[in-house]
């Protein structure tokens, strides 16, 4: 979207982010933002939420898997819950079920997979919980320059959760994205 920061761009009036927040911070105990720029604004959008922010422990920002490790090193607790900031409309059980899931399988990571009338699967690598004890292999894994989010899944227990409502994950990567989102 032209270098613009995503989770600042409007829809309905409202910062994309502020949109995610009011969705995801009612589902967990600690809100964090992992921002690498405009920190103070989104500090502002976080403040009703008692959000912290978190950057990039490396300088080059090297992806989602940095914002990650930001997320599970400054976490409180032992699972650490992930959302674009651009998807304003996640669903309300998203870490819930996550959750069940992680539990009853015993793994490490919980990750959101869309299943369409069709029934075909699309990975949700980004809607996700883990453990916060992967940060020492997700640290070295980024210090060995992997950014695939979804290789460095496959390297732990990985449980996939379906979810049959795929525009609750819909996200804006353009201007037109983000005008459909407008008109869901």
């Known amino acids: 979207m032209d270098g613009v920061d995503k989770g600042l761009q409007l829809l309905d009036g409202t910062p994309l982010a502020l949109h995610v927040l009011r969705r995801l911070s009612p589902q967990v105990d600690e809100t964090l933002i992992s921002a690498n720029r405009h920190a103070d604004r989104y500090a502002e959008l976080g403040a009703p939420f008692d959000a912290r922010i978190v950057a990039d422990e490396t300088p080059d920002f090297p992806g989602p898997l940095a914002g990650l490790l930001a997320g599970m090193r400054a976490a409180r607790a032992p699972l650490v819950a992930c959302s674009p900031c651009d998807t304003p409309y996640l669903p309300a059980d998203l870490v819930a079920r996550l959750h069940a899931a ?31 004890s992967l940060a020492d292999d997700l640290a070295a894994r980024l210090a ?10 496959a390297r732990h227990k990985t ?3 379906e979810f049959h409502d795929e525009r609750a994950f819909y996200n804006a990567n353009s201007w037109q994205e983000l005008a459909a989102l407008a008109r869901r």
């Open 159 to 161: 449980v996939e959760v």
């Open 144 to 153: 060995a320059g992997d950014r695939k989010v979804r290789a460095w899944y």
């Open 102 to 132: 992680l539990d009853a399988q015993q793994a490490d990571i919980a990750m959101a997979v869309t299943v369409d009338a069709q029934q075909a699967r699309s990975p949700q690598p980004t809607f996700a919980l883990l453990r916060t």
